[in-house]
């Protein structure tokens, strides 16, 4: 373990001398190298602690803790990801065609605040070679006979599309046979005019839309698929308890709080363009998703992410009514050891703060729920 220590921390420093988006592609291929020698076994134990089992959606997650979209775009990597020991893996932002992004360099790294800002602007392979990918996934899969963790597809549209809810649900159609819940992105900061999305009115058509063409799916579908939403850190009040009223009335799966903000609490970076997360995302998106907890009554379940990198930093975010929670930024500075390390620890919390499961932790950080 010491040696896999070492290495590690090799690789990582390695990494960081080179451009981010380089460095991100090297780490994906040394990563499929590592699963394809079959030499992730021993990086995390095969069976989580119980205490951190979770149910939720009718599927049972070993722990609280996934990847969040942006690390794996393309559905490139899911296996050896999910081989680190997540519980699940959100691919994507997947848009209906393919789309090169912003120009570079687009993607930046704040060592010191252990944080990223990123303008990517939804760089992906589009859905034709995502679905392919998640098909043949499938299909490894069936042959297994074995399920190992569960997937989500992050789904948004063209920046040059003129029916954004109509690539929305192009989305829908192709990746809801293929994996286990559905995430609109509709706050990222670097689409223009994609928050607007956002607003009630534009909101609950779009979920009302997608629900009823994921009622039809389900038809031929052995379990229902879960639509969630994933909003941004910056929104106000109103807006918020705009958002709370129309998950509550359009009966939405789930909420992911939050996305990268444009807010700029590092003076150095106040010019920089794009989302940060990372450790400065923390407060605003930990506080958002206690908001929403609250306005929803705790009966809409929440994913919590932004700038987890700890166990406590997880029981945090779970006391403020997360069910699950996510990692990204962590990842980039810390490596794969990170899911172990994060996952003994809130192990270890959660027994010292005297609760029994994970779901007993949930939104207990919070003021009690408006009624």
Known sequence: MALGHLLQGGIIRLLGRLPPEEAH?????????????????????DQDDPILAVRLWERDFQSPLGLAAGFDK??????????????FIEVGTVTPRPQSGHARPRLFRLPAEKALINRMGFNNVGLAKVVHRLVERQQRQA???????????????NSDSQEAIADYVKGVRALAPLVDYLVLNVSSPNTHGLRKMQCRDVLLTLINRIKEEISILNINLKI?????????PDLNSHELLDIAEVALTSGLDGLVATNTTIARPLDRCARARGGLSGRPLFPASTAVLADMYNLTQGKVPLIGVGGVLSGADALAKIKAGASLVQVYTAMIYEGPGVVRRIKLELAHLLRSYGYRTVSEAVGTGVKAPCS
């Open 25 to 45: 592609r090297m780490a994906m291929f040394l990563l499929r190298i590592v699963r394809n020698m079959r030499l992730l076994r021993g990086v995390t134990p």
């Open 74 to 87: 393309n559905a490139e990597d899911v296996e050896a990801l999910l081989g680190l020991g997540f519980s």
């Open 143 to 157: 042959q297994k006979r074995k399920q190992w963790g569960w997937v989500g597809a992050n789904l948004g549209c």
């Open 224 to 232: 229902k698929i879960p639509l969630l939403i994933k909003i941004s």
